[in-house]
Every structure is written in C-alpha cells, then in structure tokens.
C-alpha cells in the first residue's frame, strides 16, 4: 500500500512589522525549504487593481481582478533578491509601499478574492517543505501545518522597524504617520469577518519586541528542530 507523503508546512502568522519576512525567509533559507509571501499575493491583486482604475470597493470587478492577475515569484539577477511580475510587470519596488499595504488589507476583507488565492498558495506546498509567512495560513490556509508560529511585537518597535526599512529604500515617510498607519490596518486586519489575524489554537506564539532578529530566527527554528 502507497502513503501519500505529506509535505511538512512551517506558518509563520502576524501582524505587519512583527518581523516575519525577514524570519521566513531566514528560516526557509536554513531549511532549504520553499517560501511563500502570501501578503504579496495581496498586494499585487491590490496593485494591479488600482492600475487597472477599479474601485477597490467594487467586489465583482475586485474579484475578477483577482481571479485573472498573474502573479510569479522569481529571482533577481543577483539571486540576492525576490522579484515579483504582476501580469509581466516588475512590481517589486511598488508593492513594498505603504499605499499598496493599505490596498492590499481592503481588498483582502472581501471574501471571494481571498478565495481565489487559496489554490494559488496551497500550490506553494511541494517537498521538501514550506514556510508561509501571512495573516491565515495556520488558520485557514494550512490548518494541518505540522508547525505554526505567531510573531508580534508592539505596534511602536513595528513602526521603527518598517521606519527603518523605508527609509533605507530611500522613501519619505514619518514615524508617527506610520504608526497610525500600522495601528489602522491591525484593526481592520482583525475585525474582518473572514480570516481575521488571530493565532491559530495550536500556534507557539514569540513576541520579539526588543528581541534582535537571529534570536527570533532561534525561536522559530527551534519549534521545527527542537
Ligand atoms: O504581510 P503584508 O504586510 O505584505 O500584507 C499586506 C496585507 O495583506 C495585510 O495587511 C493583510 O490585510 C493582507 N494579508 C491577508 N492575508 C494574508 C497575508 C496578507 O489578509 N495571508
């Protein structure tokens, strides 16, 4: 009798600036698993809905933005980098911006664009494994994760860090503007009806305010290689 082999699943869930990219990558680096930034998926439905001129309160036109954008991960030149194409477009640079933030956590309330981006991101499971790094991947994404992390921090070190990183991009921004900005898209991230950010039951959570970055990376190694 053949075993279906089941592909192990690390989520690493929280709210913006709690330091998840960096650690999902980090982790997923140190693993050799695949890697996948679902907040970019949003992003790029948001992204290519406002280029498009939709009203982003327009659910049917949302959704069926969602449905046909193509969206591919693939790596820089330099292979130090991350490039995402929305419809053959280079968006990186633009999807980092706090604007495509805001647009991507409104259209990510609606519930039939969440739904097509599930087989999108439940694709992203191939061997030897996967670190999803959202808002819902223990919840709703991979329920059946064997590992779940939840990382927060508070909304004032998340803002000096997204201050930090901003700025080394070279864009204009303040830290209490951002802070208000974080604050805003928290609540709207957590009171929506579908998939609210909330740790799933089984999560180990790590709050890394304060915490330098290869201690958190330690925290999430060490629920997948205790
Ligand atoms: O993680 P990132 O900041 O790139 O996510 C952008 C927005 O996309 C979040 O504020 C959230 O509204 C939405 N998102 C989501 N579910 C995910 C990932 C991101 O709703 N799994």
């Given at each position: 009798?053949?075993?279906?082999?089941?592909?192990p699943v690390l989520t690493i869930d929280g709210p913006s600036g709690s330091g998840k990219g960096t650690v999902s990558r980090l982790v997923a680096e140190r693993l050799g698993w695949r890697l996948l930034d679902s907040g970019a998926l949003y992003r790029a439905v948001g992204y290519a809905a406002g280029a498009a001129g939709l009203d982003l309160s327009d659910v049917d036109a949302v959704t069926r933005c969602a449905e046909s954008t193509r969206i591919r991960f693939q790596p820089s030149v330099d292979g130090q980098d991350t490039r995402v194409l929305v419809n053959g477009?280079?968006?990186t640079d633009e999807l980092?911006?706090?604007t495509a933030g805001a647009a991507a956590s409104a259209i990510a309330s609606i519930p039939s664009v969440r739904q097509a981006l599930v087989d999108l991101q439940l694709g992203f499971r191939k061997a030897p494994g996967l670190v999803a790094d959202g808002r819902d991947m223990g919840t709703v994404i991979f329920p059946d994760a064997a590992y779940?992390?939840?990382?927060t921090a508070s909304a004032a070190?998340?803002?000096?860090?997204?201050?930090?990183?901003?700025?080394?991009?070279?864009?204009?921004v303040t830290l209490s503007?951002?802070?208000?900005?974080?604050?805003?898209?928290d609540?709207?991230?957590?009171?929506?009806?579908?998939?609210?950010?909330k740790p799933a039951a089984d999560a180990v959570l790590v709050d890394t305010t304060g915490m330098p970055i290869d201690e958190v990376v330690a925290n999430v190694f060490a629920v997948v290689r205790p």
């Open positions: 009798m053949t075993r279906a082999v089941v592909v477009h280079d968006a980092r911006t706090e779940k992390v939840f990382l070190e998340r803002a000096k860090r997204r201050y930090k990183q901003l700025k080394e991009k070279g864009l204009s503007g951002l802070q208000r900005e974080i604050e805003a898209r609540a709207r991230d957590a009171s929506r009806a579908v998939a609210p950010l």
